[in-house]
């Protein structure tokens, strides 16, 4: 198709071609149902088969350990700022109260380390803080871990300051694994003690990696950025962290991890176009070599932007190189060259490569 552009788009973002070739074709008429999938009931054998192979795949990517649960969830990576809140920190007062710790201070805050590199891990930190506000009993606190105040180890990455789950009772640490905004992007994971759950928002690049999910509590992301169109966001959470409606804050039934389990994610109608797209997307990664292979290209093609950023006179690139992020490549250039940049860049079909309104232009 000669119209297509060069989609730079952080989300929603490129779907690849094949992709949407295929949707295409099913549109109209999916597995001779003689209905659109957009048209199917979501309590269908159609779907449930769509629904059981996306699970397939998304195990198979990531070798997903049996005691981990797979959760279709609505509402975008920001509705997982006050679910992951609320159903982690409810764990964790089932399992002060089950177990109790006579080294603990009974009256001593639930402590949640929130580590901030960027706008979305301070926008989830500020809706923990703002729902802490609400909780009933022993207090919730939220400790902000600054990527200012943690000290670089020999590699060049940051030692995160993270609080003593043996001095005060941790509920869960918490990163954002890529920063869209800032084009800030971790590694590799976190260090924190065995005994706290970690919690990732991998919303930006999802699938963009293998990630060894036996060392996460929750990991989530919205599908829109990697996965397909925007409408689902996927959970991934070990399931010693569901606990019932009766244990932790209030919460609502659309926000509780254990009532979306027990109904196989479909405790109402799910996003069935969103989820059938992201399926198509995870067998498309799958016949690409999977996400070894994936990776690899990701590398490769990251490699040779910050090459030429790095080299080049005009334009310079912020990140600290051992926290560059590979889906999103930040780079800025001199104000009054930005007009012109953008106008020849549209030129040629190179879309949505200006900042996110909340810092302005110089995203790529």
Same mark, same amino acid.
């Given at each position: ?21 295929r ?5 109209l008429d ?10 199917l009931s979501?309590?269908?054998k159609?779907?449930d088969a ?9 195990t198979t990517?990531?070798?997903i350990?049996?005691n ?5 969830m609505?509402?975008g %990576?920001?509705t997982q700022?006050s679910? +992951?809140?609320?159903?982690l $920190?409810?764990? &964790?007062?089932k399992?002060l109260?089950?177990? #109790?710790d006579?080294?603990?201070?009974s ?7 929130y580590?901030?590199?960027g706008?979305?891990s301070?926008k ?6 703002r729902?802490? %506000? ?5 207090? +919730?606190?939220?400790?902000r $871990?600054?990527? &200012?105040?943690?000290p670089?180890?020999?590699? #060049?990455t ?9 001095q005060?009772?941790v509920?869960y640490v918490?990163?954002c694994?890529?920063e869209?905004?800032?084009g800030?992007e971790?590694h590799?994971i976190?260090?924190?003690?065995p005994? +706290?759950?970690?919690v ?6 999802f699938l963009?990696?293998p990630?060894p999910?036996?060392a ?8 829109q ?10 959970v991934?959470?070990?399931k010693?962290?569901?606990?019932g409606l009766d ?10 991890y254990?009532t ?11 996003p ?6 992201v399926?198509?997307m ?5 016949e690409?070599g999977?996400?070894e292979?994936?990776?690899?290209r990701?590398?490769?093609k990251?490699d040779k932007?910050y090459?030429a950023?790095?080299q080049?006179t ?15 490549v930040?780079?800025k250039m ?9 106008k ?5 079909r190179?879309?949505q490569?200006?900042g996110?309104r909340?810092i302005g232009?110089?995203?790529?």
């Open positions: 198709m000669a119209n297509r552009t060069y989609n730079f788009g952080a989300g929603p973002a490129k779907i690849p071609r094949p992709v949407l070739e949707v295409q074709a099913e549109l999916y597995d001779n149902t003689g209905m659109s999938v957009m048209e979501h309590r269908s159609a779907f769509i629904l059981q192979k996306t699970k397939t795949h998304l990517l990531l070798s350990p049996d981990y649960e797979i959760l279709f609505q509402g %990576a920001t700022f679910a +992951v809140f609320f159903n $920190v409810g764990a &964790k007062q399992e109260n089950e177990q #109790g006579a080294t603990l201070d009256n001593a805050p639930i402590v949640i380390d580590i901030i590199t706008v979305w301070a989830a930190a500020e809706e923990a803080e729902l802490a %506000a609400g909780v009933k009993g022993r207090p +919730v606190h939220i400790h $871990v600054l990527l &200012k105040d943690s670089l180890t020999a590699s #060049g940051p030692s995160w300051a993270l609080t003593d789950p043996l005060h009772p509920a918490y990163y694994s890529n869209t905004v800032h800030i971790f590799s976190p260090e924190c003690h005994s +706290v759950p970690l990732t928002d991998v919303s930006s690049n963009s990696r990630v999910v036996s996460l509590g929750v990991m989530y992301g919205g599908a950025k990697n996965l397909g169109p925007a409408g689902v966001s996927l991934i959470i070990r010693d962290l569901l606990v244990e932790g804050p209030l919460r609502p039934l659309m926000l509780d254990a979306m389990a027990a109904h196989g994610s479909m405790y109402n109608t799910p069935t176009f969103s989820i059938y797209m399926g198509l995870l067998e498309w990664l799958l690409q999977g996400l292979a994936i990776e690899k990701n590398i490769q990251a932007l090459a950023l790095d080049s005009l334009y310079t690139a912020p990140v600290q190189r051992e926290m560059r992020s590979r889906m999103n930040v780079f001199a104000p009054e060259l930005e007009g012109p940049f953008f020849g860049a549209e030129e040629r190179m879309l490569l200006k996110h909340s232009n110089g995203f790529g």
